[in-house]
C-alpha cells in the first residue's frame, strides 16, 4: 500500500519554551508520561513518523499538535473491540454503506490531529467518488467512531477526543467502558445517554437498523476470556 502523503503540508505546532513535561502532559489531557514519543521532538512528528514507527516498532500512535502518542489498549479492550467489529461487519455485508476500520486505522481528522478510533464506520460518500484513496493513513471523519476505554485513557484526554470528533464531523461516537460494563452514546457533543447491560448500542441514522445488546458483546467477550 503506498505511503504517499502528498500534497498535504506538514504542520508544526510550537510549544511554549517555558513549558516543562508537565505542561506537555496536561496540554495531551493528562496522560502518563509513558505514552509521550519525545523522537522527533514533540510539536515536530508528522504521519510518516508516526507510520514508520509503526512498522519498524510494530508501536501504534497517534498524532496530536506534532507528539507522537501511544495508544493506549491492552488485550481485552482489542478483543472487544474485534468483536463489535465482527458485528458491525455482519451488518455491513448486508448493508453496503461503507466501510469498517479497526485499532490500527490511522484517520486524520483535523489538520494537527489524527486519531485512530479502536473501531470506526465511514461512509463510502465520504470518500471521492465514493473509492478509497491511495494512502495509508485516510483525511476524512468517522460517521461512526467507537473508542473502548483503557486504564491509560484518561477523562479529560476522552473529552479532548470527543470534541475533535465532533468537530470534524462524526455523526456518532460511543465510548464503551470494560470497567463498569456501561457505555455512553454521543450522538452530538451536547447530546449523550450512558447504558448499562440491558442498554442497546443503537447506529440510529449511521447505521440503519443496527443493534446489539451491549450485555451480549461483554458476554461473549467475557465467556471466551475465561477460557
Not at 517555558?18 to 514519543?37: P, V, Y
Not at 508501536?59 to 507522537?68: T, Y
Not at 476522552?158 to 455523526?171: I, P, S, V
Request: with cysteine; glycine share 8%.
Amino acid at each position: 500500500m503506498s505511503t504517499s502523503l502528498g500534497p498535504h503540508p506538514v504542520l508544526q505546532f510550537a510549544f511554549p519554551q517555558e513549558w516543562t513535561m508537565a505542561d506537555l502532559q496536561a496540554h495531551l489531557g493528562g496522560i502518563s508520561a509513558n505514552r509521550i514519543r519525545l523522537v522527533p521532538p514533540p510539536g515536530t512528528a508528522t504521519e510518516l513518523d508516526a507510520l514508520l514507527l509503526d512498522d519498524r516498532q510494530d508501536c501504534i500512535c497517534e498524532l496530536v499538535d506534532g507528539v507522537l502518542v501511544e495508544k493506549a489498549m491492552s488485550s481485552f479492550e482489542s478483543y472487544l473491540a474485534m468483536l463489535l467489529g465482527i458485528m458491525l461487519g455482519a451488518y455491513l455485508e448486508k448493508h453496503d454503506l461503507g466501510i469498517l476500520l479497526g485499532e490500527a486505522g490511522q484517520l486524520r481528522i483535523l489538520p494537527r490531529k489524527m486519531r485512530i478510533p479502536d473501531v470506526a464506520f465511514i461512509r463510502w460518500d465520504r470518500f471521492p467518488g465514493g473509492k478509497l484513496p491511495n494512502d495509508r493513513v485516510y483525511r476524512v471523519a468517522p460517521n461512526l467512531a467507537v473508542e473502548i476505554l483503557s486504564a491509560g485513557n484518561t477523562p479529560q484526554e476522552m473529552e479532548m477526543k470527543l470534541d475533535e470528533y465532533f468537530e470534524a464531523g462524526a455523526q456518532l461516537v460511543w465510548y464503551i467502558d470494560p470497567t463498569t460494563r456501561s457505555a455512553t452514546i454521543y450522538t452530538a457533543r451536547d447530546n449523550a445517554t450512558t447504558i448499562d447491560t440491558t442498554g442497546t448500542l443503537d447506529g440510529g441514522n449511521v447505521l440503519p437498523g443496527f443493534q446489539v445488546r451491549l450485555g451480549e458483546l461483554f458476554d461473549r467477550a467475557e465467556r471466551r476470556k475465561s477460557n
